[in-house]
């Protein structure tokens, strides 16, 4: 049986060692290739103390009810080989991580735990061997016991992490125990897509590989290469022979060019030590970008996504791209006032189950823009159908009351065109339909404003020629009809 002396000797001894592994190993540093063969022991020697561990618990239950010398001693030498064991996976651990290609933060968090496991395994050695005092007591063992035992669940979960991703140890544990590890799904957390219409590109997708894949050897602690790739700074100030991003030209790219290369290339990145190589999803995903542009400022929803993209960030959780209007926090519809409305002869519709925006048509105007259902729910409404009405240009003034309109239709109306200024600086707005009204060169002044205009309809108005050409000259995204035969 291994006495108290010995035990606290050896807890002190574990102590001056482990300090060693903290501050004397620098993660950032480069390892000598016998370091590396041993630190690509580590995923074995990792198993040994994890066995020990069990055997003395083991041990100290079956003791609890035996009360043997027999199984205090199998308990104190497994304990023993538990922490010596521990220290030089520990070590080989370090020195892997020196070989750069696993996340940081990961790669810490795994480290310290192992440093934690061994040292309550010798701390634990020196409470199984106390003969009296406060070792001795219930909660001191129990709480030891936890440490140890807890660590390493924590422990190699997150080395799990570090070598198959975030999830892989609890992917089919119990749901009380996803909840303790806190290990939501994967694939709806790796990547920022619930904003798309506010989050970059960059910022959403490219960034998350970047860190994960690439920083640990070209990020703010490490620069192989003299290449970093934490911020868009670092990315935009690098200087090499070869440009690092061509926008729109992924395969003049470099950073393109090396994740491409065939595993086993000494340029392929990331290297082939690596544990995680970059996956197939993941370049494409990168192409993209770079394809697009290579921008820092682009939206998600703005960019064009092909196919083959939308694809790989529905798995991610990329649900419909919601832009405009639809992207608004609106608050829902005051039902009453729908009502009122509708019982004056107002036809109102939501857009679609679940949304708070409204289409609305009326042909008396008096009943559509005006009065305290048009003031209440002003806000809701996007679509607005005036066609064939008695809308005039004095009338149309009360449209500026609706901030939200992507649609107009005023065909059939008496309108000329100067009430359209009231709808002039609408921000969403991109679709007017003028058809069949008495619109002419006048109104081109007002229409010139609306640069978010995609449909424009001109069919039998009086707008000349020469004024159609100077709206595709001033609107070249807008498609305007104007009824000829295409």
Known sequence: MISQRFSRWNLVLITILLVG?????????????????????????IHFPIVFVIVAFMGSVVNRFTKSERWDSLVHISLFLACWAGLKAVFAGSWLSQTGGYPSDL??????????????????????????GIFQTRMVRLVSWAAVLGGLVVGGDLGGQLTHGRGFVTQYAPAGLRLVL?????????????????????????????????SSCHGADRGKGSL??????????????????????????????????????EDQMPPMYNAKPISHA?????????????????????????TTIYTILQAYGLGGIRTGVFALDVAPPDTALIASWRQKGVSVDVLAEGESLLSVRCTVVQDCIWGPEADGL?????????????????????????PLLTRVNVAGTAISGSGLAAISGHEYLDYLNLYGSMVDDNALQHIELMKKLTSLYLWQTKVSEEGIARLRSALPQTEIDTGDAK
């Open 378 to 402: 002003a806000a809701n409404v996007t679509w607005i159908d005036l066609r064939n009405s008695d809308l005039t240009d004095e009338s149309m003034a009360g449209l500026g009351r609706f």
């Open 107 to 132: 790669i810490t968090l795994h480290k310290w735990f192992g440093i934690g496991i061994v040292w309550s395994s010798a701390f634990l050695l020196v409470v199984t061997t106390a003969g009296s």
């Open 228 to 265: 970093r790739l934490h911020t868009v700074e670092a990315i935009t100030t690098h200087e090499g022979d070869e440009p690092l991003l061509t926008a729109g030209k992924p395969e003049e790219s470099l950073l393109i060019k090396r994740i491409e290369l065939p595993e086993g290339h």
């Open 182 to 214: 806190e290990h939501p799904d994967p694939m709806k957390t790796r990547f920022d897509l619930s904003t798309p219409d506010v989050t970059t590109v960059y910022d959403g997708i490219v960034s998350p590989i970047l860190m994960e894949k690439c």
């Open 21 to 45: 592994v903290a501050f004397l190993i620098d993660p950032s540093g480069r390892s000598s290739s016998i370091f590396r063969f041993f630190g690509r022991l580590h995923p074995a020697m």
């Open 282 to 306: 993941d370049v494409e995903l990168l192409k993209w970008w770079v394809s697009s542009g290579a921008s820092f400022d682009q939206t998600i929803a703005s960019v064009e996504m092909p």
